[in-house]
């Protein structure tokens, strides 16, 4: 149990343009995901909590215009880069709590990721 | 600002060694911690966890210790595996039942040779 996808694991796109990234629960229901960015050699940082049904929180630094996030249902989120420029390349990775979970914990389960060049 | 911190940024144990990862935190209100389990391209696997109340939590052949007056807390993997290869990641969390987002550290890349 407690698995989370992603769609597309990889996608390259021309500057200027925007890209939507699938993250899904596939057997529990989410209320709360989170999207995290990784640079290559660097820690997964924090853009934005998801909550079902309502705005996303994001963090300090994060644009929420051009990181937009949606949270329609609560086995999906989305994260679009808007205008994404070569500086947004990046690995992003979702995750998600699954409340269900005895006890519970803070585990987060992750998706695969997702590897975005922007050229 | 690295509120968790993991300062060894590589380590090379034998198989068949014990693997000792190391993880400070400075934030005193966390009292969830978590190790995950990274291979490239893919998305962190959750290894194992401890709450503050406790100072040791063992599954398998993976033992995280808690030292919370210290706020430092260690993965051990005995015996060392190569599978076991990969980036582990310390997080970290205020409070496990809150549902907030965990703060990473920079990982420790584990490389078990044979």
């Known amino acids: 149990g407690a698995v989370v996808s992603q769609h597309p694991s990889r996608v390259i796109c021309k500057s200027g343009t925007s890209v939507k990234i699938e993250c899904r629960s596939l057997?529990?229901?989410?209320?709360?995901m989170f999207w995290y960015r990784q640079f290559p050699k660097q820690s997964l940082m924090l853009m934005a909590t998801s909550n079902e049904g309502s705005k996303a929180t994001y963090e300090q630094g994060v644009e929420k215009d051009k990181f937009l996030i949606n949270h329609a249902s609560l086995t999906l989120s989305t994260l679009t880069v808007t205008s994404a420029h070569p500086e947004d390349s990046s690995f992003y990775i979702c995750?998600?709590?699954?409340?269900?979970?005895?006890?519970?914990?803070?585990?987060?389960?992750f998706g695969p990721g997702t590897r975005l060049t922007v050229l | 600002d690295q509120q968790v911190k993991q300062n060894s940024p590589s380590l090379s144990v034998q198989e068949g060694r014990i693997s000792i990862l190391n993880c400070d935190y400075t934030n005193s209100m966390f009292d969830y911690f978590l190790w995950y389990k990274k291979y490239p391209a893919e998305g962190p696997t959750f290894l194992i966890s401890?709450?503050?109340?406790?100072d040791k939590n063992e599954d398998g052949r993976f033992t995280v210790f808690l030292n919370k007056s210290a706020k430092h807390l260690s993965l051990h993997i005995v015996p060392s595996q190569p599978g076991d290869s990969a980036v582990y990641f310390c997080?970290?969390?205020?409070?496990?039942?809150?549902?907030?987002?965990?703060?990473f550290g920079k990982g420790t890349s584990l490389l078990v040779t044979p």
């Open positions: 997080a970290a969390s205020p409070n496990s039942n809150s549902g907030y987002a965990l703060n």
């Open positions: 057997d529990f229901q989410a209320t709360t």
């Open positions: 401890i709450s503050s109340i406790k």
């Open positions: 995750s998600a709590r699954d409340p269900s979970l005895a006890g519970g914990g803070n585990e987060q389960f």
